[in-house]
């Protein structure tokens, strides 16, 4: 019967020492956080910015100055409307990019077979996507272009030779990287 009296006592010091231990880490736990949180509130009072010291090679995305990040919670959204972007140029765009999501994969695999290319060596995704990239500055060219060749036509007639001709190019441009070595 002793046995059974010191092992329940020994089992007793044990979770005594237990429950120490797990007192001790939440207290260091929690000075932990109360670190963390502390170090998250603390605030930036100046920063200088040196622009003659930066090199720019590629410029994209959104440059916010003046503003901290707490401020930028707060804005959904500061872009300012292209206003360079004529209605015309924006119905183009639309219509070729569902011309693009509707037939290019099928118009590339079709190239493909064509070409005799095996279909696991071109990716039809990332060769609309580069093709949809490229759109705006293919209608800003045929728009100069239908100006420059005083084509006087009226905007569904310009949207319609613009159309056409980007579609036109998108084929033959596809037909010469078939044609090529660099997509195997």
């Known amino acids: 019967m002793n046995n059974w009296n010191d092992y329940i006592y020994y089992l007793h010091q044990r ?20 670190d963390n ?12 910015y040196n622009f003659d010291q930066l090199k720019i090679e590629k410029l994209d995305g959104t440059l916010h100055i003046g503003l901290s ?32 999501n509707n037939n290019g994969e099928q118009l590339i695999r079709e190239m493909a077979a064509q ?17 949809a990239k490229q759109l705006p500055d293919r209608i800003a060219f045929y728009e100069e272009e239908a100006k420059r060749n005083q084509r006087n036509l009226h905007e569904e007639e310009t949207k319609t030779y613009i159309a056409d001709q980007i579609k036109q190019e998108i084929r033959h441009s596809l037909s010469k990287y078939m044609e090529g070595d660099d997509n195997r």
């Open 37 to 48: 949180n502390q170090k998250k509130e603390q605030t930036v009072e100046k920063v200088e």
């Open 115 to 131: 070409y005799q290319i095996a279909p696991d060596t071109i990716d039809p995704a990332v060769l609309t996507e580069d093709i």
């Open 15 to 34: 979770i005594d020492e237990q429950d120490q231990f797990i007192r001790s880490l939440e207290s260091r736990m929690q000075v932990i956080e109360n």
């Open 69 to 100: 990040p707490n401020d930028l919670k707060d804005i959904e959204d500061l872009s300012v409307p292209d206003s360079g972007k004529s209605s015309l140029k924006r119905q183009l765009l639309t219509e070729l990019n569902g011309y693009l």
